[in-house]
Every structure is written in structure tokens, then in C-alpha cells.
């Protein structure tokens, strides 16, 4: 079971990875943007939760969750945003959830673990 985080700000990004790989215990690898995400998936495919933030250049996290859902639509996508106003579209794309910026870690911890134990 591997996670991606995609988030354009690189301290948000490490420490949201670094989270996670210490209370997931799983392997996860950040992305700086969608577009980058979506290249290693195209080249590789073996990322199985992705926890995205929506505000992004080069491919913003709606549009991510739109290609991302048409070709895994089974694998599970988080969209995380500051603006809740985002919850609605990304239910209606197919997030399987979204947790809204600033978030606590005990919720990202716990949501993660929710998808990770379900996949098992």
C-alpha cells in the first residue's frame, strides 16, 4: 500500500510525508504538483492513496482527481484545501474524502488509516 501527497508547499508537502510514513507506516512519496503525480503514475502505477491539495500549478488537484478517477477509480483520493467551498465538486469527482486545511494530525492520521485498513 503506497501513498502520494501532492502539495505545491514544500514545508505542507514534508511534513504532511513525514507524518505519515511514521504513524501510517507505509511508504509515501511527494509530489510537487498534479502533473508530476500523474507522470510517475503513467510511468509506474503503484500508488494506492493519494492526499491532494487543490491549488496547484501545472495541474491542480481537481483536475488530478477528475484523470485519476476516470483510469483507478477504485484506488482512493483525498482532496485537502483551506477552502471548504471545494468539498462538493471533489465528492461530486469521486474524492473518497476531504479534510480541510489547517487540519490536525490525530484527523490525518485517523483518515488515512480508515482507507489503509479498509484496502487490507
Given at each position: 500500500?503506497?501513498?502520494?501527497?501532492?502539495?505545491?508547499?514544500?514545508?505542507?508537502?514534508?511534513?504532511?510525508?513525514?507524518?505519515?510514513?511514521?504513524?501510517?507506516?507505509?511508504?509515501?512519496?511527494?509530489?510537487?504538483?498534479?502533473?508530476?503525480?500523474?507522470?510517475?503514475?503513467?510511468?509506474q502505477n503503484?500508488?494506492d492513496i493519494?492526499?491532494?491539495?487543490?491549488?496547484?500549478?501545472?495541474?491542480?488537484?481537481?483536475?488530478?482527481?477528475?484523470?485519476?478517477?476516470?483510469?483507478?477509480?477504485?484506488?482512493?483520493?483525498?482532496?485537502?484545501?483551506?477552502?471548504?467551498?471545494?468539498?462538493?465538486?471533489?465528492?461530486?469527482?469521486?474524492?473518497?474524502?476531504?479534510?480541510?486545511?489547517?487540519?490536525?494530525?490525530?484527523?490525518?492520521?485517523?483518515?488515512?488509516?480508515?482507507?489503509?485498513?479498509?484496502?487490507?
Amino acid at each position: 500500500m503506497k501513498i502520494a501527497v501532492v502539495d505545491d508547499d514544500r514545508p505542507t508537502r514534508e511534513f504532511i510525508a513525514n507524518v505519515l510514513m511514521y504513524c501510517v507506516n507505509r511508504a509515501v512519496q511527494a509530489f510537487e504538483n498534479g502533473e508530476a503525480l500523474w507522470e510517475h503514475l503513467e510511468a509506474q502505477n503503484n500508488i494506492d492513496i493519494i492526499l491532494s491539495d487543490v491549488e496547484m500549478p501545472r495541474m491542480d488537484g481537481l483536475s488530478l482527481l477528475t484523470k485519476f478517477k476516470q483510469k483507478y477509480p477504485h484506488k482512493v483520493f483525498i482532496i485537502m484545501s483551506g477552502n471548504t467551498e471545494y468539498e462538493i465538486p471533489a465528492r461530486k469527482l469521486g474524492a473518497n474524502a476531504f479534510l480541510a486545511k489547517p487540519f490536525k494530525v490525530n484527523d490525518l492520521f485517523d483518515l488515512v488509516k480508515l482507507f489503509v485498513v479498509g484496502a487490507q
